[in-house]
T-cell receptor, first 110, second 115 residues
Framework: KNEVEQSPQNLTAQEGEFITINCSYS?????LHWLQQHPGGGIVSLFM???GKKKHGRLIATINIQEKHSSLHITASHPRDSAVYIC????????????FGTGTRLKVLA | GAGVSQSPSNKVTEKGKDVELRCDPI?????LYWYRQSLGQGLEFLIY????????KSGLPSDRFSAERTGGSVSTLTIQRTQQEDSAVYLC?????????????FGPGTRLTVL
């Protein structure tokens, strides 16, 4: 079993829909990072959080440390949101290296 | 520079050849990471640098892979005697351990294709 699990693996939505991507992890972490990767493109940082909730534009990220779970929400989805969304956790370790989920491939149809 | 840069952006090589991939981290970032993303796979950790030393090399898949960092800045990932299974996107990230959350900032990656 992967230490970081994401669901769903693939998601197709209609423009305007509310989208939720989930990330569950089984290890103790010091922070969780949501990343976005467009096809052929680099990785863009969305949020890094260790507790509570963060909001930026149409994106909202929440984390529940006790339940070892985080969600990324996209409100009023748009075709330009189509990308792979990756959850990465940073363990309590001196190297701060990330452990990555396998990603959620989102396609938003116009 | 303003962000993490990597070169080359694309590299095609023949099986058995050596390749060098370069990473220029954000100025002032003392931590540098190399990751690999194989086709259809998730990201996997390769090696971590703090300054010029590499306290965690646990992700290097074989002794054909090595990396160095000089001057606490530029890093080079070297793959010797490349194999087809080395084909992947190699990503570099840097962070400032004194910064908020030790957030990592990623470069655009180098796409390596081994024929």
């Amino acid at each position: 079993k992967n230490e970081v699990e994401q669901s769903p693996q693939n998601l197709t939505a209609q423009e305007g829909e509310f989208i939720t991507i989930n990330c569950s992890y089984s290890v103790g972490i010091s922070a969780l990072h949501w990343l976005q990767q467009h096809p052929g493109g680099g990785i863009v940082s969305l949020f890094m959080l260790s507790s509570g909730k963060k909001k930026h534009g149409r994106l909202i990220a929440t984390i529940n440390i006790q339940e070892k779970h985080s969600s990324l929400h996209i409100t009023a989805s748009h075709p330009r949101d189509s990308a792979v969304y990756i959850c990465a956790v940073r363990r309590f370790s001196g190297t701060y290296k990330y452990i990555f989920g396998t990603g959620t491939r989102l396609k938003v149809l116009a | 520079g303003a962000g993490v840069s990597q070169s080359p952006s694309n590299k095609v090589t023949e099986k058995g050849k050596d390749v060098e991939l370069r990473c220029d981290p954000i100025s002032g970032h003392t931590a540098l990471y190399w990751y690999r993303q194989s086709l259809g796979q998730g990201l996997e950790f390769l090696i971590y640098f703090q300054g010029n030393s590499a306290p965690d090399k646990s992700g290097l898949p074989s002794d054909r892979f090595s990396a160095e960092r000089t001057g606490g800045s530029v890093s080079t990932l070297t793959i010797q005697r490349t194999q087809q299974e080395d084909s992947a996107v190699y990503l570099c990230a840097s962070s400032n351990p004194g910064g908020s959350y030790n957030e990592q900032f990623f470069g655009p990656g180098t796409r390596l294709t081994v024929l």
